[in-house]
């Protein structure tokens, strides 16, 4: 039989609700009866009374968007104390349930019989009616209460009447002798709840009432007007619970190589989070590929994700629990279906259905032979047609026992929630000023986005996660960091959580820059005065470039007065002094310092220049003897 269940986490948030319409007819179908009335004020009664009043004052009441409330009480024979039009106000709903008046204290109905079934049947006939206040486009829930429930008492057909009506839930609350009762449990059927305590006295605190209705309302509300939900503590329907399962119960496929997709709507994901776990029953050893897909347009979607699951020989006969590794949760929101594909035959079980009988039994998975090996991002059409010789079938009446489990996803954050960084104000466009990560991103899970605060100078680079010049920076007029440019830039994830950053970027003139020093050079120590021996290169890289001034130290190793560097436009030529004098026996290497300044900054620079040995010719005369 098929199963899934979403299991999640539970958040608190107030004035919510979470299914997709955010509305739901509720009538509270009260026990009245002389156990619940004894002869001591507080009794049971009116603690039953203000533990649903605690429990109302949990909803969200609105009689357009969100709940609405009645009541009906029950004993032998039942009433109706107030329909679901009758009060439109959270106030005016708790007051109208603390008012009910009952005489059950009275003696004479010590041993009559309190019958579930006729309060069901007095909300079904009398409450839950469109003049009374029924919305034909809001769920309807039963609610009742018990101490317990009468061996001539039949909840479970009355309920199973009700539930195949349309769509509508049963839900109990027993305490006292109900809590050992399978009938309670039964009542409710597959798609219902049931909260129990030892008394409504030990119930009635808001604790237990706020429990109840986290249970009740399942996953609660991102965005009321996105229609996005959390995926919280909502049991989708199922029919078998895989842990269950035995070889005597369920029904195992031969053909192999299959693919199936469950396109019912009661396994269509209806909230944003993550898939945690795969639980189900193996017919044989094998690898299933889960498959997560996503709708593209009719029937066609496309392969979100593909987790594989390995079964082994000592895995049969039991149930499979595979918890999923948290980095390769896979990110679900409404909309997602799941799916799988074997490549031996088909690992996962099923049970057959009927539909006449059970209106939850699947009517629509499909299946289909897929040889080749599946690949994320590819797109398929699940329509009834022809596939390369093999047909898209539907398997009506049957149900796979499958369990998955999700819980809320990771919210996203930056890794810091302020960049400060430092540019030099010439920095070319594209030039990166810092990167940044994104924390909690989920697997396939996409993220986008926006600037709340933006700058034309700072431009995002979503592929490396970056920042970077985005326009021609103004010049600075400083040499060192100033708050030149900010802007806040904000992500939000598939579940809607959202996170900002602030990037303050300091923009500083950067000084000169001197392109062509040689290591060395050299000059005779025969060297004239007022001779030209290098043109020294700088450049400004500020757009427009500031003016510069170039300049020998006085710092010069040894002391000299025998170089002098000259400007010409925009050139700095190094001469030597007029009256410059070199020896190379007294002094063979000068190291100037040549300072560039462009009034924000400086640079400087060494040249050394060695002073190399003129000796005097000598010429060779023989003897004058050889000399004839």
Not at 1 to 24: N, Y
Not at 31 to 59: C, H, N, R, T
Not at 139 to 147: C, G, M
Request: hydrophobic share 35%; charged share 20%.
């Amino acid at each position: 039989m098929l199963f899934i269940l979403l299991i999640f986490s539970a958040i608190k948030l107030t004035d919510s609700w979470c299914r997709p319409t955010e509305r739901a007819d509720v009538v509270f179908i009260i026990e009245e009866s002389y156990s619940m009335g004894e002869m001591v004020f507080p009794s049971e009664w009116d603690y039953q009374k203000s533990f649903l009043a605690k429990i109302v004052d949990q909803m969200y009441i609105d009689p357009n968007n969100g709940i609405r409330v009645g009541g009906v009480t029950y004993n032998n024979e039942p009433t109706v104390r107030f329909y679901l039009d009758t009060h439109t106000t959270k106030s005016d709903i708790i007051d109208a349930i603390l008012n009910i008046g009952t005489t059950r204290r009275e003696s004479v109905y010590e041993n009559d019989t309190d019958l579930v079934y006729k309060g069901l049947e007095t909300a079904y006939d009398s409450v839950f009616l469109s003049s009374r206040g029924d919305r034909a486009d809001a769920p309807n829930y039963y609610i009742y209460t018990t101490d317990y429930i009468f061996p001539d008492d039949d909840p479970y057909t009355s309920g199973l009447n009700i539930r195949f009506s349309g769509d509508s839930y049963i839900w109990a609350l027993g305490v006292k002798s109900a809590v050992t009762q399978s009938a309670l449990v039964q009542s409710v059927g597959s798609d219902g709840r049931y909260y129990t305590g030892s008394s409504f006295r030990t119930l009635n605190t808001v604790d237990h009432a706020k429990e109840f209705w986290e249970l009740f309302r399942g996953c609660p509300l991102i965005d009321p007007s996105a229609g996005i939900y959390y995926c919280f503590s909502v049991p989708l329907l199922y029919f078998e619970d895989p842990a269950l399962a035995t070889s005597s119960t369920e029904t195992c496929e031969q053909d192999e190589e299959m693919m199936f997709l469950l396109q019912d709507s009661m396994f269509e994901i209806d909230c944003c989070g993550i898939i945690t776990a795969w639980e189900f029953y193996p017919c044989a050893p094998g690898v299933v590929q889960f498959m997560v897909w996503s709708l593209v347009s009719g029937s066609t979607y496309v392969l979100k994700a593909i987790q594989e699951v390995h079964v082994t020989v000592g895995d049969l006969g039991t149930s499979v629990n595979y918890t999923i590794p948290e980095e390769d949760r896979i990110a679900i929101v409404a909309g997602d279906r799941i799916g799988w594909r074997t490549k031996t035959k088909n690992i996962i079980s099923y049970q057959s259905c009927d539909y006449q009988k059970d209106r939850y039994c699947p009517q629509n998975t499909y299946r289909t032979k897929f040889t080749d090996e599946p690949s994320e991002y590819m797109q398929f059409d699940w329509s009834e047609h022809l596939v390369n010789s093999s047909h898209v079938e539907k398997l009506p009446n049957r149900g796979y026992t499958l369990k998955v489990y999700a819980n809320n996803n990771t919210q996203v954050s930056f890794d810091e929630s302020y960049y400060l960084t430092s540019a030099a104000d010439h920095w070319p466009i594209g030039t990166r000023f810092t990167s940044f990560e994104i924390l909690g991103q989920d697997y396939k899970e996409n993220v986008t986005f926006s600037w709340i605060m933006e700058s034309p100078y700072i431009y995002l680079n979503e592929s490396y996660r970056s920042i970077q010049v985005g326009r021609a920076l103004q010049r600075a007029g400083r040499p060192y960091g100033m708050l030149g440019y900010i802007a806040q830039l904000q992500v939000v994830d598939t579940c809607r959580h959202t996170s900002t950053a602030t990037f303050s970027v300091e923009t500083f003139n950067r000084p000169p820059v001197i392109t062509n020093l040689p290591k060395e050079m050299s000059v005779l120590e025969t060297q004239k005065g007022d001779e030209f021996l290098y043109k020294v290169d700088v450049h400004d890289p500020s757009v427009p470039p500031d003016p510069v001034c170039c300049t020998l130290l006085e710092n010069a190793r040894p002391k000299t007065v025998n170089f002098e560097l000259r400007h010409n436009g925009s050139d700095f030529l190094l001469y030597t002094f007029n009256e410059s004098v070199f020896s190379y026996h007294n002094i063979n290497s000068y190291m100037l310092n040549v300072c560039c300044e462009d009034g924000f900054g400086t640079v400087q620079g060494i040249i050394k220049i060695d002073v190399k040995q003129v000796k005097a010719k000598k010429y060779y005369k023989p003897p004058r003897k050889f000399i004839t």
